[in-house]
T-cell receptor
Framework: DGGITQSPKYLFRKEGQNVTLSCEQN?????MYWYRQDPGQGLRLIYY???????QKGDIAEGYSVSREKKESFPLTVTSAQKNPTAFYLC????????????FGSGTRLTVV | EDQVTQSPEALRLQEGESSSLNCSYT??????LFWYRQDPGKGPEFLFT???AGEEKEKERLKATLTKKESFLHITAPKPEDSATYLC???????????FGAGTRLAVHP
């Protein structure tokens, strides 16, 4: 079955450490997205990519980095520059263009310890 | 600035007690409005897409409607398994960026 796989489900980060969240899709979607979800707030866009080897910053990109070397993969790195990284991270994909909804992964919960 | 507001923040219903969730939006040129369901600790699951005022979509006990300023998600005779957070999102075109509301947490009690 086609879908989006995020791993790991839970991740713990020490202060000053970089961590990478994995996102893989087999839906043949061109566009992929990373969102952050905090309690009581809507999903906020971190980065998005419409084609391989190209990506753009979203509304809250500071402290994060991404790569898009393959159509199927869009990993997110949370760097030590992100001062409040504890959150639920969601990866999504869609057909490129307008008016299409997203398919979401099951999320990664990141906690700073 | 494009904005999506959902109300109420939380809603508690008895099983069988019908109600509606609201999603109001202020955007420059709506291209589509989306409803998602999210269970705790999971990713959102797509429910409906609405494109123009007057449009309606139905799925089991859920019915979504759209006007020029807001959308409603009507829940008829809800069951405990309908308990979840319901998210509303809009797209205004461009690169298909979805702007999300904060969601409504629905609890249906037997």
């Amino acid at each position: 079955d086609g879908g989006i796989t995020q791993s790991p489900k839970y991740l713990f980060r020490k202060e000053g450490q970089n961590v990478t969240l994995s996102c893989e899709q087999n839906l043949n979607h061109d566009a992929m997205y990373w969102y952050r979800q905090d309690p009581g707030q809507g999903l906020r866009l971190i980065y998005y990519s419409q084609i391989v080897n190209d990506f753009q910053k979203g509304d809250i990109a500071e402290g994060y980095s991404v790569s898009r070397e393959k159509k199927e993969s869009f990993p997110l790195t949370v760097t030590s520059a992100q001062k409040n990284p504890t959150a639920f991270y969601l990866c999504a994909s869609s057909i490129a263009g307008t008016n299409y909804g997203y398919t979401f992964g099951s999320g990664t919960r990141l906690t700073v310890v | 600035e494009d904005q999506v507001t959902q109300s109420p923040e939380a809603l508690r219903l008895q099983e069988g007690e019908s109600s509606s969730l609201n999603c109001s939006y202020t955007v420059s040129g709506l291209r589509g409005l989306f409803w998602y369901r999210q269970d705790p600790g999971k990713g959102p699951e797509f429910l409906f897409t609405l494109y123009s005022a007057g449009e309606e979509k139905e799925k089991e006990r859920l019915k979504a409607t759209l006007t020029k300023k807001e959308s409603f998600l009507h829940i008829t005779a809800p069951k405990p398994e309908d308990s979840a957070t319901y998210l509303c999102a809009v797209t205004t075109g461009g690169y298909n960026k979805l702007i999300f509301g904060a969601g409504t947490r629905l609890a249906v009690h037997p």
